[in-house]
């Protein structure tokens, strides 16, 4: 995974992302505040873990991968400004690809038990191929992200004949909890084609 999770910091590079299996929440609202977003995060790393030990189990074991989110707003200055409550998003973890449907619905089901809430209605299982994308690594608090978002939209892309092709991607390699917030490391992904 080091082409796709170690991009250099500070350096914008071209990165041709293969197609991925992802355990998918939808959402809105500020990640800070939105009750949904805390479920969202609970419900995929439950059955993630859950599905992960279903595999072991089968002689097939693995490392829970990290929380990914793909961003978007109608405006794309509220990613800039900072205004959470403005943003939708779609929470994920990657699974390995002998992941099956029957599978998840296990292990969605023991989630569920374990959790004690209804099932959200957008969980599933999905497969997503973002193809040619530009990333770089953002090293420091997730609020200090939005200069380094505006310099790959307004700089970076139209400088190299590029234009969105997809929402904004993050892959957290650090988790807040435990990490001070200047030294987490955040994947900054942007799906792009030829403009």
Sequence with gaps: MKPYWQPPVGKFVTVEVPEFSFAMIDGEGDP???????????WLFTLSYA???????????????PLEGLWWSDDFEDFV????????????????????????????????????????ASLRLERVAEGVS???????????????IA???QEFLPANRLVENGHHHEIYLGDPRRSAPEKLRTVLRQPVRLR
């Design 81 to 120: 400004a900072r205004r959470k409550d403005r943003w939708s998003w779609t929470m994920m973890i990657m699974q390995p690809d002998w992941i099956t449907s029957a599978q998840f619905a296990k292990a969605r089901d023991k989630a569920a038990a374990k959790i004690g809430e209804p099932v959200p």
């Design 32 to 42: 800070n505040t939105a009750p949904a977003y805390a479920s969202a995060v609970r």
């Design 151 to 153: 310099r790959l939209h």
């Design 51 to 65: 599905l992960k030990f279903a595999s072991r189990a089968e002689g097939r074991d693995y490392g829970v991968a």
């Design 134 to 148: 530009v990333q770089t690594m953002h090293v420091g608090p997730y609020d200090a992200e939005g200069p380094v």
